[in-house]
């Protein structure tokens, strides 16, 4: 599989999760890796990114509160999510931000209020 997306679950507003992403290593070594998500009725929006190089972006919903980050080794990029609120409910994905693979089943994130 090329990317796959793990590790959601339901969490009271203000805790944590966190997520990971499992990439096929001939695409994880030089590309820029997405976080996504989409909520019932929304369009899917990009909420955080690491280039190859470790450079991170977040969308400003999520600053301060959710950090990506790349594990070599295992060829996985990982989504820490502090201080989670309802509206963070969504389906979250990961895929590439240049040239998108196709779209998994992602990895449902319910925050109750």
């Known amino acids: 599989v090329q990317l796959q997306a793990s590790g959601g679950g339901l969490v009271q507003a203000g805790g944590s999760l966190r997520l990971a992403c499992k990439v096929s290593?001939?695409?994880?070594?030089?590309?820029?890796v997405g976080w996504y998500r989409q909520a019932p009725g929304k369009q899917r929006e990009l909420v955080a990114r690491?280039?190859?190089?470790?450079?991170?972006n977040y969308a400003d919903a999520v600053k301060g509160r959710f950090t990506i980050s790349r594990e070599n080794a295992k060829n996985t990029i990982y989504l820490q999510m502090n201080s989670l609120e309802p509206e963070d409910t969504a389906v979250y994905y990961c895929?590439?931000?240049?040239?998108?693979?196709?779209w998994g089943p992602g990895t449902q994130v319910t925050v109750s209020s």
């Open positions: 895929n590439l931000v240049n040239q998108p693979r196709s």
């Open positions: 290593r001939i695409i994880f070594v030089s590309n820029t």
């Open positions: 690491i280039s190859s190089g470790g450079t991170t």
